[in-house]
C-alpha cells in the first residue's frame, strides 16, 4: 500500500511515525532513532507529512522537503483533541497524522536557517535583558537592607554604585563592598551582551529589505521590524491583515453564545515577544504624538478620548500589524497619508 500522510511525534532521541494510504487506513506505526529517520524518509516515495510546530521542527520539516515531501506544521493545541486515548508517543503520532489532513486545519509556516538565526539572537538578547533587570533589582535591594535607597532604572545603578563603594561613611563592610563590586562588574558585563546583540540585529536590519521597509512605520524599530519578519517569513500564508493581528493575539477574546456576542480583552495568542515589542511601540507613539499641533483631529486623539491609553495602545498595535502585512504580502513601500480605495 502507498503511504499517503505521515504523522511524526517529534522528541530528542525516539521518534514515533504513523501512516495511512488512500483510503485512510492506517499502514505504518513505527518508533525509529534519531539518526534513523532521514534514510528512511529519503527512500519513502512523496507524501504529505504533518508535525507539531515544536522544538526541531523547522530543522526537521527542511531537511524532509529537500527529499520531495510535502512538510505541514502545527500548533500544538490544533492536535490535542484528535488524540483518542491516553496520551503516549503512538497516540499522538496517530493524532498528528489525522489532524494535518482536515481542509480547515491552520498551518504554521516554516521558517528557514536564516529566520531562526535571527530568532535566536532576539532570544539571547531578552534573556540578558531580564538577567540585566534582575541583576540590577538585586543591587538595589542589598543596598536597601543598609539603608541606601536607589531610584527605580538600571541607569541610576551604573551611575551610583561607584560613589557608593567610594564613600568610606556610609557603614557598609569590606565584605559586602566586595561582593558590591562583583555584582556591578556582572551588570556591565550583562549590559555589554545586550548591547553587542543589539549590534548584529542592526546589522541584519540593515541588509534586509522587509526589515527596513517596516522601520518606516511609526512605533516600529530595528528590533521589532527584524523579529516581524523573521518570525512571519512569507506573509502571503496569511489572507489577510486581520490573520496576522489574531495569530499575534492583538484582538478580542470572545464568549459568545446564544446570538449574543461578548467580547473580552485581547485573546494573547501567538509570540508573546512580538506582541510586547508593538503594544510598547504603540505606546510609544502615543507619548510623541500628544506633543504634537496636529494630534487634536487625529485618528488616535479621538480613540483616546473614548478609552485609556492602554486600549488605545492595543489598538494602534493591531494596526501596526495589519499595516505590516500590506507592506509584506503587497511588497509595498509605507505612505504614512495612505487612503484605500473605494473598491
Known amino acids: 500500500m502507498k503511504i499517503t500522510i505521515v504523522g511524526i511525534d517529534l522528541a530528542k532521541n525516539v521518534i514515533q511515525v504513523h501512516g495511512v494510504d488512500e483510503r485512510g487506513k492506517p499502514v505504518l506505526?513505527?518508533?525509529?532513532?534519531?539518526?534513523?529517520?532521514?534514510?528512511?524518509f529519503a527512500n519513502l516515495p512523496p507524501c504529505l507529512i504533518g508535525m507539531e510546530a515544536c522544538g526541531s521542527a523547522h530543522h526537521w520539516a527542511r531537511k524532509l522537503?529537500?527529499?520531495?515531501?510535502?512538510?505541514?506544521?502545527?500548533?500544538?493545541?490544533?492536535?490535542?483533541?484528535?488524540?483518542k486515548t491516553n496520551k503516549n508517543d503512538a497516540a499522538d503520532a496517530e493524532a498528528i497524522c489525522e489532524a494535518v489532513g482536515r481542509p480547515n486545519m491552520r498551518f504554521v509556516p516554516i521558517k528557514n536557517?536564516?529566520?531562526?538565526?535571527?530568532?535566536?539572537?532576539?532570544?539571547?538578547?531578552?534573556?540578558?535583558?531580564?538577567?540585566?533587570?534582575?541583576?540590577?533589582?538585586?543591587?538595589?535591594?542589598?543596598?536597601?537592607?543598609?539603608?541606601?535607597?536607589?531610584?527605580?532604572?538600571?541607569?541610576?545603578?551604573?551611575?551610583?554604585?561607584?560613589?557608593i563603594l567610594e564613600d568610606g561613611e556610609n557603614g557598609l563592610p569590606g565584605a559586602f563592598r566586595q561582593l558590591l563590586h562583583r555584582l556591578g562588574d556582572h551588570l556591565k558585563e550583562l549590559d555589554r551582551q545586550v548591547g553587542e546583540l543589539e549590534v548584529q540585529i542592526q546589522s541584519w536590519h540593515r541588509e534586509s529589505e522587509g526589515s527596513k521597509k517596516l522601520a518606516q512605520i511609526p512605533g516600529i524599530g530595528p528590533i521589532t521590524a527584524s523579529a516581524?519578519?523573521?518570525?512571519?517569513?512569507?506573509?502571503?500564508?496569511?489572507?489577510?491583515?486581520?490573520?496576522l493581528a489574531a495569530w499575534l493575539g492583538l484582538v478580542p477574546k470572545q464568549h459568545s453564545s446564544g446570538g449574543k456576542q461578548l467580547l473580552l480583552g485581547i485573546s494573547k495568542h501567538g509570540d508573546t515577544y512580538l506582541r510586547t515589542l508593538l503594544i510598547h511601540g504603540a505606546r510609544a507613539v502615543i507619548r510623541v504624538a500628544e506633543r504634537k499641533a496636529s494630534y487634536a483631529q487625529s485618528w488616535l486623539a479621538l480613540l483616546i478620548g473614548r478609552r485609556n491609553k492602554n486600549v488605545a495602545a492595543v489598538a494602534l498595535a493591531n494596526k501596526n500589524a495589519r499595516i505590516v502585512w500590506a507592506l509584506l504580502a503587497h511588497e509595498r513601500d509605507y505612505q504614512p497619508a495612505y487612503e484605500p480605495s473605494a473598491a
Open 29 to 40: 506505526k513505527k518508533q525509529f532513532k534519531r539518526e534513523q529517520v532521514a534514510p528512511f
Open 65 to 83: 522537503e529537500t527529499f520531495g515531501h510535502t512538510v505541514k506544521l502545527m500548533a500544538p493545541q490544533f492536535v490535542k483533541p484528535y488524540v
Open 113 to 163: 536557517s536564516e529566520q531562526q538565526a535571527v530568532l535566536a539572537m532576539h532570544r539571547a538578547r531578552q534573556g540578558f535583558v531580564k538577567a540585566r533587570t534582575a541583576q540590577a533589582n538585586q543591587i538595589r535591594g542589598l543596598l536597601g537592607e543598609y539603608g541606601i535607597i536607589v531610584p527605580q532604572g538600571i541607569g541610576y545603578i551604573a551611575k551610583r554604585l561607584p560613589d
Open 228 to 243: 516581524l519578519v523573521a518570525s512571519i517569513g512569507d506573509a502571503k500564508s496569511f489572507e489577510n491583515g486581520r490573520q
